[in-house]
Nanobody
Framework: QVQLVESGGGLVQPGGSLRLSCAAS????????MGWHRQAPGKERELVAS???????NYADSVKGRFTVSRDNGKNTAYLQMNNLEPEDTAVYYC?????????????????WGRGTQVTVSS
């Protein structure tokens, strides 16, 4: 069974940095796009950044120039380097990925989500 596990969240002061990781495990044949989303209290979940299997990236306007998404295809892992963090970046950060794997004995593409990691930016 495929799982996505995020790590690297925590409490940081404004202007600080954090690096999030998202590791996919299980019987995986291929991974297409991997993405990072976030959800702040009282707000809808929003896309922060995504990266395709060949390295094309996409960012929300609010994080351009501060966040960098990357991945290691050999490790089935995505990363989100977050610099110059602001209090407005406080949220639960979720990883998602389009993964080709077994689902009920069939090999299919399916979108998986991690359980999230809390990022709090506060002085």
């Amino acid at each position: 069974q495929v799982q996505l596990v995020e790590s690297g969240g925590g409490l940081v002061q404004p202007g600080g940095s954090l690096r999030l990781s998202c590791a996919a495990s299980g019987t995986i044949f291929s991974i297409r796009t991997m993405g990072w989303h976030r959800q702040a209290p009282g707000k809808e979940r929003e896309l922060v950044a995504s990266i395709t299997s060949d390295g094309r990236t996409n960012y929300a306007d609010s994080v351009k120039g501060r966040f960098t998404v990357s991945r290691d295809n050999g490790k089935n892992t995505a990363y989100l380097q977050m610099n110059n963090l602001e209090p407005e970046d406080t949220a639960v950060y979720y990883c998602n990925a389009d993964i080709k794997s077994y689902v009920r004995d069939y090999i299919v593409w399916y979108g998986y989500w991690g359980r999230g990691t809390q990022v709090t930016v506060s002085s």
